[in-house]
């Protein structure tokens, strides 16, 4: 036990698995943390919406194809990955953002949101819609939370709570703290911070959650990808092995954290 807690954290939360999510980098991805012998979580919206995501108007809904359960569930039989529910349709539902910046800085308020600032009720049923969905999709219990761009209020946390949640991974609010049995696990950092990490030992935070996407990926997105597949494969597989780091899941983190408040 000792052990463990002189090892650093990492969580590589992979967000936005949807109907039509590309299966390229997830393959990838998920292909590496397996051939590892390690664990990521795959975030996943359920009813994806069809168009606009950041318009607020009505938009068709699409539900996760058998396709993309058929593709992900034998990683998750195979404990390569925690799936968590992100959204339920990943629409924004805030007429009144100004801004939106994926990470850092911008509070909750300032954000696109589909969460924030909507009532116990619309919240509520959203939640109990998407994890009832995805738990009969992957047979297995959903506990974690990754609200679209990172954004939430206290009301979430509430609702979450009152569904048997665990973990809500999203922005750092200090206005919003943990409530009831809730472990906010905030993503802090991107891929190319994973690099870093190895690079420079000084500065050493106990848990690292990557907010990772397809665009990280320069053969998806050119302008903004960081990283190509094979430098990604090399990276994870330098950190696997490495002494002092250790892959884990935000379930498994969030309860490792609950048995050591026990004690
Ligand atoms: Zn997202």
Redesign the pocket.
């Known amino acids: 036990m000792k052990q463990k807690q002189e090892k650093i954290s990492i969580i590589y939360r992979y967000?936005?698995v949807h109907a039509y999510s590309r299966n390229e980098p997830e393959q990838v991805i998920l292909d590496c943390f397996r051939n590892n012998n390690i664990r990521c979580v795959m975030?996943v919206?359920p009813f994806v919406c069809a168009a606009n995501w950041r318009d607020p108007n009505f938009q068709e809904k699409i539900p996760l194809p058998k396709e993309k359960i058929d593709f992900i569930k034998p990683y998750l039989k195979a404990g390569v990955c925690e799936i968590a529910l992100?959204?339920l349709s990943?629409q924004n539902l805030r007429r009144k953002n100004r801004i939106s910046h994926f990470f850092p800085g911008n509070r909750n308020k300032n954000r696109f949101s589909e969460f924030y600032g909507q009532n116990h009720d619309q919240q509520l049923k959203r939640l109990i819609q998407g994890k009832e969905y995805l738990e009969s999709l992957f047979e297995t219990e959903i506990t974690s939370f990754?609200p679209?761009?990172n954004s939430y209020d206290k009301t979430t946390i509430r609702c979450l709570d009152e569904l048997g949640f665990e973990v809500l991974s999203g922005e750092n609010d200090r206005s919003c703290t943990s409530g009831g049995n809730i472990n906010i696990l905030s993503a802090n950092a991107r891929i190319n911070d994973l690099q870093n990490l190895i690079e420079n030992q000084t500065e050493k935070p106990s848990c690292l959650i990557i907010q990772a996407?397809a665009f990280d990926f320069k053969k998806i997105d050119l302008k903004q990808g960081q990283i190509h597949y094979q430098e990604f494969e090399e990276l994870i597989k330098k950190i696997a092995q490495h002494p002092k780091l250790m892959f884990t899941t935000l379930k498994t983190f969030a309860s490792h954290n609950k048995q050591e408040k026990r004690q």
Do not use: E, F
Request: aromatic share 10%; proline share 9%.
């Open positions: 967000d936005d975030a919206i992100h959204g990943h990754v679209p761009w996407h």
